[in-house]
Nanobody, 124 residues
């Protein structure tokens, strides 16, 4: 089974930057597409960004396009989310997820494994 652990969350002022990491267990990291989702209190979990197993394809939610960048280092079994120009509405718990079909998708229903989340808080 795949274990995912997020890190890098914290408190940042609006306009600032933060870099999240997702460390994966196992030796087949490159066979999984990976995604980032976020969930604010009282809200449903929503798609943020996703990347293919070999990093050849990426997709983003419209709300973060141009501000966030998803990447991965398969040699380190790690995925990243670079978040720039942060806004208060970006405040949420951020979760990483793995998808076994190798192809990125916006649907959380397609993901097989989930991390525990890391909190991002953006102050105004």
């Amino acid at each position: 089974q795949v274990q995912l652990v997020e890190s890098g969350g914290g408190l940042v002022q609006a306009g600032g930057s933060l870099r999240l990491s997702c460390a994966a267990s196992g030796r087949s990291f490159s066979t999984y597409a990976m995604g980032w989702f976020r969930q604010a209190p009282g809200n449903e979990r929503e798609f943020v960004a996703a990347i293919s197993g070999t990093a050849g394809s990426t997709i983003y939610a419209a709300s973060v396009e141009g501000r966030f960048t998803i990447s991965r280092d398969n040699a380190k079994n790690t995925m990243y989310l670079q978040m720039n120009s942060l806004k208060p509405e970006d405040t949420a718990a951020y979760f990483c997820a793995a998808e076994s079909t190798h192809w990125p998708t916006r649907s959380l229903l397609e993901y097989d494994y989930w991390g525990q989340g890391t909190q991002v808080t953006v102050s105004s």
